[in-house]
């Protein structure tokens, strides 16, 4: 691809993730630079000198060789949670964040030289239309990734060592998550920095991604997906054996202090346990309700009683970082631009490392 074009695509993708028209930056440029001479740059017929780069970067928000990044980043179709209620504008923004932050990822990940190939150990398992095909999934993928019965400390990390890129968007309270593969190979989840202060939710709405990309679902309709694939990450949290183990085969009823316990130590909510467990027949469907009545007239569906005080973080896009930094692949400059920051930013966190 020519440097114009390059510098073309780019351009037009950092506006969408400001989530300007171009007047907007033609306004927020204070009239430094026309809607007309914008809309050229953004069809390729010209490329900017630098002082107006410069002036671009500021107004957008991104260094200068952002514009000039060749990383191939194509998504595929994009999956959304909560699609029906995100206007276009916003979905437009959520698209080039995630297209920006992945750009970075994988150029770092080609300096370096490093495989980033996924196995889908998934993928020859049936056609997906039941509770029990869901949980069996659940219980190969655990023995595949050798993870046992035990609780998942750290479902990001996790991901990201199996080669699934995991992107936190700061965007839209509306947003929850997303599922999609970068270059028709890498698969992508992201989720929404703004619910970082529920961790246990982050790693229900990851793994119910998650499950969209990897199981192949019958003709079923969308809300009996959208169910599967919330068992399927319950499963993934919560074990069979090991609910079972905690609350026992068969329960009249279950105390909110147990329940509390639970979601400590395995980072499941309350209610997801709650539904973990009717699923296994450890309560039935009446309990169920009356359950989440009362959760209702205790005002918890949002905010629980009881907290989870797990950290969902992966360090490997900054262990890459400063590896290639430290191994003099990359110059301080780069190593700036690639973590989205100026010089002296990057100068100021890091330098005395160094």
Known sequence: MEMKAVFAE???????????????????L????????????????????????NLLSKALNVSSDYFFRT??????????RKLSKMPQKE??????????????????????????????????????TSYEQVNKAAELLREKWNLGNGAIFNVV????????????LDVDEDFDGLQTFVNDSIPVVAYNLKKANKPDRIRLT????LA???????????????????????????????????????RNKLST??????????????????????????????YTKQFFFFIKQMNWKVDEPVEYKGVEESNRFEQLLFRALIEDQISMSKAASLSNQSLAEFKKAHQPMF
């Not at 698209?95 to 994988?106: I, W």
């Not at 990851?206 to 991604?209: M, Q, S, V, Y």
């Open 212 to 250: 969209h990309l990897l199981l192949t679902f019958g003709d079923i309709s969308l809300k009996q997906k959208e169910t599967l694939c919330f068992q399927f990450a319950g499963a993934m949290l919560l074990p069979e054996e090991t609910i079972k183990a905690e609350l026992g085969v068969h």
């Open 91 to 128: 979905a437009s923004i959520i698209k080039e964040k995630t297209k920006e932050y992945l750009s970075r990822y994988l150029e770092l990940e080609e300096i370096l030289g490093l495989p980033n190939e996924f196995e889908n150990h998934l993928k020859d398992f049936a056609t997906v």
């Open 30 to 53: 204070g009239g430094n630079l026309s809607r007309q001479a914008l809309h050229r740059y953004e069809k390729g017929e010209v490329i900017p000198d630098s002082e107006k780069i």
């Open 157 to 168: 990390e996790i991901l990201e060592d199996k080669n699934i890129k995991v992107v936190k």
């Open 71 to 80: 990383t191939k980043v194509e998504l595929s179709e994009i999956e959304y």
């Open 10 to 28: 780019r351009f037009k993708s950092a506006r969408l993730m400001k989530g300007f028209s171009l007047q907007d930056l033609a306004d927020a």
């Open 257 to 286: 202090l147990e329940l509390g316990n639970i979601k400590k130590q395995y980072g499941i909510s309350m209610q997801a346990i709650v539904m973990r467990a009717k699923d296994c027949n450890i309560i039935n469907e009446h």
């Open 206 to 209: 990851l793994l119910h991604e």
